[in-house]
């Protein structure tokens, strides 16, 4: 591949893809995951690289790992919330160490802008024992990935690099580097050090003696940086919180950690003693400050005042908006919404989605349905409201078989579970199996869309593609679920509102489990973004303002006015909201002429 | 290095409606033009439909990526509430574009969705210099709709204080070849569009 050093506009995650190439790296393996999908998708534009999209994420640290204990380079990427499907995996590696480095890419979300939830993963790297660098740009992205590959091989490691959505989808410039090219090392069997069930126990102190020699290293590390300006104020920061630092307080003095697990002990307690305030700006949990009061730390007149998370907020992303109102008192920004109404824009499903024809159903059949993550965590908005509960990866299908279980014959023929075609292959088929045999009549809906959509398309092992759309085995979900032992098994084509409802109820009145597919490929693939549509039309002489149409809540369909309006723009012909007319009152444009 | 003033620029429209595509124009020609830049926005549950943020910052050097409110010279929006949602973001005397586009938004309880009325008309009275523009007619006008993001990212041309030639030269780097006479076209008739007669503060919107 031709080696270009020109500067370059790349976000965080092309950045680590970059820096991970650079690197040398032989493997990669990941779960998408936002905000951390495009760094496997980047790495994927290297064709010396084996990249893989793994079933889960569990799975990608396992292939990673063990392409590192074998001797090659290897990466494994994933949202903060996939550290912790991978977690039972990731605990061990700090007792049986690595060959080839291996580095381990935490993308966290503070603000939660597209997660379930809010977790500080720094607290992981202290928990698991491995070291963790955070970048606080694209080009600490590109380096700080390089280094983690030295460091992980340096301590017989594998290192953890944090981004946060910031780091992950900013841009700012990277000037590139050349690439280091070994062959992987040649693999050596060390049982007495990876059957660790066996042997664990004599690594156990190794660890401790190896984290107080990481200690040792972060003093001298040159991406733990200190930047002396005034002695009135010492902020300890990283991450993107450092650039809003020096966007705030251009005049203090800055302790900026490149590596934040563990922490440089003498450094710390060197720039506090030199300053009259110690700040600390971090973002969700309070990781520097904790450790800093355990440090002892001491102002220049040898006071251990530290100003963090009492003035910080804790939750959330921090900004240069935040650090003034928390820091420095100054009032919020003024907003508009007391003088004038500013409804919120809730995301929605797209017009013509096939999860629309499912929640329509479900919706009329008032099922109780438990939800899983992916774009159709949406039915549980208007107008289906069709989801009682959305938690995590996978979790749907055992919530709806644990609510059989507490109310039986009540409430068993209502229960339905929702799932993605991604999300099922990824941790669906398991709990299945235990209402199976465990004799269980919960009714799963596998919405299969043909591919991963709420992350923007990724392959996954439905599809018969891989990563870089070379043909692969397509699993075939109907042969899976009867050799699990499912026998009630229908495939619906969620277009056809009639036949999705009459499948649905067949099988929530079963006395076993069934499965209903809905097959139909999310109208954003290329192949059907390709396909001519004639788009709809509502004749408002026939129109008798009913609004049924609108229950299919398509979000083409506008119906603020009396009469409801289709975009011709966004239409894409799917004819469900004709289907539920009465009157014949919604048409193909120019009666389809085209 | 360019060490001219720079600028704070806010993007914002609905998922789908191509925001991030002239956010990543604009910073591209900022560099194009010398200057350090930083752009950030959020992807995922944003991009179905919701409501999308793009902010890009150009300088001789810039730290954060996101700009702080109050502070963005320039605002375009490519949906008119959208507009109304991010203007606190725009300092005093800051012109804010907005496309006259109307989409209501999808009802998060159930109930009707009232969509704001006189929104141009409201922010001109707050003292921004706000210029409407039915940017999809001009785009339909051109042949595809779909090239309304460039046509309003023309109406900022002038001022970002970047010459034109940087502007053409990054389109044609980037944007598709089968495309680009299309994008050129809407980005001058956006340029035309902005060169009209300017709307004095506080006055001058059109809807």
């Known amino acids: ?594 | 290095m360019n060490t001219g003033q720079g600028r704070n620029i806010l993007f914002s429209g609905v998922g789908g409606q191509g925001v991030l595509l002239i956010s990543e124009l604009v910073a591209r020609t900022a560099i194009r033009a010398g200057f350090d830049a930083k752009k950030t926005e959020v992807h995922g549950a944003a991009q179905r439909g919701g409501s999308v943020v793009s902010h890009v910052r150009y300088a001789p050097k810039v730290y954060s990526p996101l700009i702080p409110a109050g502070e963005a010279d320039i605002l375009v929006s490519l949906e008119k509430l959208e507009g109304l949602r991010w203007a606190h973001y725009v300092r005093a005397g800051g012109t804010i574009t907005l496309n006259t586009e109307e989409r209501v938004p999808a009802s998060i309880d159930g109930k009707p969705v009232e969509y704001p009325k006189e929104i141009a008309p409201f922010l001109a009275g707050k003292g921004f210099i706000v210029r409407s523009i039915d940017a999809q007619a001009i785009a339909i006008e051109l042949g595809n709709y779909r090239a309304a993001n460039i046509v309003l990212l023309g109406t900022i041309a002038d001022e970002t204080g970047i010459h034109k030639d940087a502007w053409t030269d990054t389109m044609k780097a980037t944007l598709p070849s089968r495309f680009i006479d299309l994008n050129l076209a809407a980005f001058e008739r956006g340029m035309e569009a902005a060169a009209g007669p300017v709307p004095a503060r506080g006055a001058g919107a059109t809807r």
């Open chain 1, 1 to 594: 591949m031709s080696v270009d050093h020109s500067p370059q506009f790349f976000s965080g995650n092309e950045a680590i893809a970059r820096g991970a190439w650079e690197a040398g790296i032989h493997v990669a393996a990941g779960y998408p995951g936002t905000p951390s999908t495009e760094i496997i998708e980047n790495l994927a534009r290297y064709p010396d690289v084996n990249v893989e999209w793994s079933t889960n994420e569990k799975v990608a640290f396992d292939v990673a790992y063990g392409a590192s204990i074998a001797g090659g380079r290897a990466l494994v990427a994933m949202k903060h919330v996939g550290v912790n499907v991978a977690l039972d995996s990731i605990m061990v590696t700090a007792f049986s160490g690595v060959r080839g480095g291996f580095v381990i890419i935490t993308a966290d979300d503070p603000g939660m802008h597209s997660s379930q939830n809010e977790q500080d993963n720094r607290c992981l790297a202290k928990f698991a024992k491995i070291p963790m660098l955070e970048p606080s740009d694209s080009e600490e992205a590109r380096r700080f990935t390089k280094l983690a590959f030295d460091i992980s091989e340096q301590f017989d490691i594998p290192v953890f690099l944090r981004t946060t959505t910031r780091t992950s989808h900013s841009k700012s410039l990277v000037t590139p580097g050349e690439q280091v090219r070994n062959a992987p090392k040649g693999y050596r069997p060390e049982p007495s050090k990876h059957v660790v069930p066996i042997y664990g126990k004599r690594w156990r102190k190794n660890i401790d003696d190896r984290l107080a020699k990481l200690e040792e290293f972060a003093e001298t590390f040159p991406a733990n940086v200190v930047e002396l300006n005034s002695d009135k104020l010492g902020i300890i920061t990283s991450g993107i919180s450092y650039q809003y630092v020096k966007e705030v307080f251009p005049e203090a003095s800055v302790l900026k950690l490149g590596m934040i697990y563990p922490l440089p002990r003498k450094m710390i307690r060197d720039f506090c003693a030199g300053v009259e305030t110690i700040t600390v700006v971090e973002e969700l949990e309070p990781f520097f400050e904790e450790h800093l009061r355990i440090f002892g730390v001491t102002n220049r007149s040898g006071k251990p005042v530290i100003v963090g998370k009492e003035k910080v907020p804790s939750m959330f992303e921090l900004s240069p908006d935040v650090l003034r109102r928390s820091l420095l008192d100054e009032p919020s920004p003024p907003v508009f919404s007391p003088e004038i109404s500013i409804p919120v824009r809730p995301p929605v499903l797209c017009p013509g989605c096939p999860h629309s024809g499912v929640y329509f159903a479900l919706h009329k059949l008032k099922a109780v349905v438990t939800g899983d993550i992916g774009c159709y965590t949406l039915g549980a908005l208007p107008p289906f409201s069709a989801i009682d509960t959305t938690f995590c990866m996978g979790a749907g299908i055992g919530n709806a078989f644990g609510m059989e279980k507490v109310h039986g014959e009540t409430m068993q023929k209502k229960l339905v579970a929702v799932i993605g075609d991604s999300t099922f292959l990824h941790s669906g088929i398991a709990p299945l199996i235990d209402i199976v045999f465990n004799k269980g009549v919960t009714t799963i809906v596998l919405m299969d869309n043909s591919t991963t959509g709420m992350t923007g398309h990724q392959q996954h092992p439905g599809m018969g593609k891989t990563i870089r759309d070379e043909k692969t085995y397509a699993i075939d979900y109907e042969q899976l679920l009867r050799a699990i032992g499912v026998r009630h098994i229908d495939v619906v084509d969620p277009y056809d509102l009639v036949g999705t409802e009459a499948a649905l109820k067949d099988a929530m009145s079963s006395e076993e489990p069934a499965v209903v597919i809905s097959r139909r490929a999310c109208v954003l693939l290329e192949e059907e973004r390709a396909k001519h549509h004639t788009p709809y039309e509502v004749l408002a002489d026939l129109c008798e303002e009913c609004d049924l149409c609108l229950k299919i809540g398509c979000p083409a369909l506008d119906g603020s006015q009396a009469v409801p309006e289709i975009s011709k723009e966004r239409c894409i012909g799917c004819d469900l909201c004709a289907k539920l007319c009465h009157f014949g009152a919604i048409v193909p444009v120019n009666g389809g002429a085209q």
